[in-house]
């Protein structure tokens, strides 16, 4: 029975439709041949697609092999990828095919394979579905293609400072990576002049270099699909004998006599020096050289004796560079000067407060009290000026020190001791890094901490001692410490008197 569909056909002229079942269909059909398949129960059309139903939802499509429509591009954080359509076969003829990405569901549609998916994040790895929609309805969606993870060229890298290890004809050469593209990477430092290179992650080193020459570099990624532009050019350096390394020096802590003692004096080259100052520049140090390294006692406390006054703390040196030791704190009479201040207490004229050094430390608290049990004034930090007391029987507070991150850890180093009471107790603390407290308390060693003012004349607390901190890209250095690694860096911590040779 033909249906009203057959009916329709005849009347139309187009004369009689063959009919059957699946396997009947013409052996040698041309495009346009029309066959009601009587398994299927509906009029099919040929076309160049094959046998497709002319009154049917689409057959479920095949999804090929996905390729990247944008591989060669310069970085981009997105990329494309052109996913084939095969449709599938027994249902009616598709207008359109719908692809979605996995993961993030990003969709696009087009009339005919294949199909150009675009927004994807590079180096992310994606597969695909696929829908085919004609008048009647949307198939159902197509079993995952297999994966494809887009990249691009890789982004162009930041360039860093170039520094000398101290190899004959060698520079290294720092840089930060930008965004890979989506696949490996390798990446190439090139001087100017001489256009000589090297490989690898930072640092890069290039060699053939000629010592006494002055020398900039670029630096590129290369990655599958090609290179990226290249860095702005870095600063000029030249390269030599000499090692370039930066330090941290500080010295010991002041004694305690009824002030508190100032701390060590502090110099760096690395996160902060001492009373706010500028960093102190590398210094460069010529090969084969043995240089000696001191590290300063922290001075003695006294008691609260009139006129008497805490001992300073001992220099630390390295090099050209020198940290003072820490002022004593007053005993009845004026704080020392150092690398920072005693703090001052009241005797029978005004008592000053110690000065601290510029670039290393801060002034002592002063006295403010000229009735007894005179409180006396806190020492001198690094970090910040020794306190003031608070109240006739408490005494000022150390001054906090600072944070120096050399190691690779941020540590305080530095702080002033706490303020005594000539004739009382007190409660004062001292400063952060090693501050001793009140009633004595010693600075904390290898921190360089002042000494705690004494209270009810008892003696005053010791300063602690100082430490000497040295770290290089070098690692041929003999030392009589063995260094610890921080990221690049070889670092040589010293608490005592050493030596260090590259």
Known sequence: MEGSIMADLRASGLGGVPKGATADRPSSPSIGDVFYNGTLGCLEIYTSQ???????????PTVGTPTQSNSSATFAATSSVSVPIIPGSGGGLANSFTVTSSPGSIVATNTSSPVTVSGLTTGTSYTFTSTATNNFNTSNASAASSSITPSTKPQAPTIGSVISDGTSGQ???????????????????????GGLTGTGTSPIAVSGLTNGTSYTFIVTATNAN?????????????????????????????????????AGGLRSTVTATGRGGALESAIMLSKGTSYTVTVGGGGAGVGAYAGIIGNNGQNSTFSTVTSLGGGGGGASTNGANGGCGGGATYSSAKAYPGTGATG??????????????YPAGGGGGTGQVGQNPTGNTIGGNGGNGTAVAITGSSVIYGGGGAGGVYGAGSTSIGGTGGGGNAQGGAGSANLGGGGAGNANNTTGGNGGSGIVIIRSLSTAASATVSPTTSGLYKVYTFTGTGSITF
């Open 50 to 60: 094959g046998w497709v139903a002319n009154s049917a939802p689409p057959a479920i």
């Open 171 to 193: 520079l290294l050469v720092l840089y930060t990576a930008g965004a890979t593209g989506g696949a490996a990477v390798t990446y190439t430092a090139t001087s100017s002049p």
């Open 226 to 262: 090609g290179t990226s532009v290249a860095s702005a050019a870095s600063g000029s350096a030249t390269p030599s004998n000499s090692v370039f390394v930066d330090y941290l020096v500080l010295a010991g802590g002041g004694g305690a006599g009824a002030g508190g003692g100032g």
């Open 360 to 373: 290393q430390g801060y002034d002592g608290g002063e006295d403010i009290s000229d009735s007894s049990p």
